[in-house]
């Protein structure tokens, strides 16, 4: 089992950064692939970013990648996305979620369905 807290969602305005992180409860943490989706009001929920369990592979949304980075820390059971040049569109609640450890490809990193654990959320909005 494994508890997410997503923080440092907040209100800035287009072109600010922004790094958000998800601590993980759980001393096997290193073990579990991480994503970050969002949802924006109105709008399904979409795959931001994973990463995998040693950190060595990294996945974007195509329309994301360069501006957004995901990395973690498993010494710290955290996972960061680290946010820059944001934009009005970029608003929305960003969860961080965790796969349990089993094998996966690259395309399945995106898909909600594939992540066990959820956290509750944090709210990015940017102003124009």
């Known amino acids: 089992q494994v508890q997410l807290v997503e923080s440092g969602g907040g209100l800035v305005q287009a072109g600010d950064s922004l790094r958000l992180s998800c601590a993980a409860s759980?001393?096997?943490?290193?073990?579990?692939?991480m994503g970050w989706f969002r949802q924006a009001p109105g709008k399904e929920r979409e795959f931001v970013a994973a990463?995998?369990?040693?950190?060595?592979?990294?996945y974007y949304a195509g329309s994301l990648k360069g501006r957004f980075t995901i990395s973690r820390d498993n010494a710290k059971n955290t996972v960061y996305l680290q946010m820059n040049s944001l934009k009005p569109e970029d608003t929305a609640v960003y969860y961080c979620?965790?796969?349990?450890?089993?094998?996966?490809?690259?395309?399945?990193?995106?898909?909600?369905?594939?992540?066990?654990?959820w956290g509750q959320g944090t709210q990015v909005t940017v102003s124009s």
């Open positions: 979620a965790a796969r349990d450890p089993s094998p996966i490809t690259a395309q399945a990193m995106g898909v909600m369905s594939n992540y066990d654990y």
């Open positions: 990463i995998s369990w040693s950190g060595s592979s990294t």
């Open positions: 759980g001393r096997t943490f290193s073990r579990y692939a």
